[in-house]
């Protein structure tokens, strides 16, 4: 672990933001994917779909991401409320590591459904937030998600923080969402939630360099582990927190910190 005061550590960080937190980030990564979109639920569509594959190698997860976006005849949205099940056939040959055309399918039916019956996803998010996270709200929209017929294999491409899921392709979504800093990578669509409640995008990389700097003592990633970083992260900056998220992701990715 690197020993490091308080302020020494917030001006490490905070320098390694603005080194990753640049308009350059945007191309190679997932997120490229709902930048594409302009329309506010397509950009919805797009981030989620994408983000829900964004495990294993980044350059991969981003074609695969475009790829979904090209089946949906990219417009997203327009797809998901209008589509005839005939055209989910379209779907078929989709595979992103474990994620294939029937999981493909049944995300396309179940944002249908919460975009018909739930008022779309930020209004999921809008009603099941605290004061202090939107963890709650991730457990709603794994409820949502699965009132509808579904397979059993499918679920586990939803995380659900009541089972000590760490949720980090969904709070990675989030960041995208809600957070508005100028710099062009995070789009801030939702501007009646507060970036201050998010949670970092927890993974082995992220972990293994928040405990470097002393963010994070738990060895697991799990549900604590992610509480930890949290409050952590809130220390150094309570409004934005997540911001250190290009930080962490950037020393473990491109340093080898």
């Not at 937030?129 to 059993?152: G, W």
Request: hydrophobic fraction near 40%.
């Amino acid at each position: 672990m690197i020993e490091l005061s308080k302020e020494e550590l917030k001006d490490f960080l905070d320098s390694k933001v603005l080194q990753y937190n640049t308009f350059d980030f945007i191309e190679p990564d997932p997120i490229s994917v709902p930048h594409r979109y302009s329309l506010k639920e397509d950009i919805e569509i797009a981030g989620f779909l994408a983000s829900s594959i964004a495990w294993g190698n980044r350059k991969m997860i981003t074609k695969n991401g475009h790829r979904m976006m090209d089946l949906l005849g990219n417009s997203p949205y327009d797809f998901v409320m209008s589509h005839e099940d005939y055209q989910l056939e379209r779907l078929n040959g989709f595979v992103h590591r474990t994620f294939n055309a029937e999981d493909f399918n049944h995300f396309i039916k179940a944002l249908k459904h919460i975009y018909t019956n739930k008022g779309g996803l930020q209004q999921i998010f809008v009603n099941n937030q605290t004061d202090t996270s939107l963890q709650p709200a991730i457990h709603a929209l794994n409820e949502a998600f699965f009132e509808i017929p579904h397979l059993n294999r499918t679920r586990k491409h939803v995380a659900d923080p009541n089972k000590g899921s760490v949720a980090k392709r969904i709070n990675m979504c989030l960041r995208w969402f809600i957070r508005n800093d100028n710099m062009g990578v995070d789009l801030g669509i939702w501007d009646n939630i507060s970036p201050s409640k998010l949670s970092c995008p927890l993974d082995v990389h992220s972990g293994n360099v928040a405990r470097k700097l002393g963010l994070l003592t738990r060895k697991q990633n799990d549900g604590k582990a992610l509480q930890e970083l949290d409050n952590s992260l809130r220390l150094l900056d309570q409004n934005d927190p997540v911001k250190y998220d290009f930080a962490l992701f950037g020393l473990g990715i491109f340093e080898g910190f």
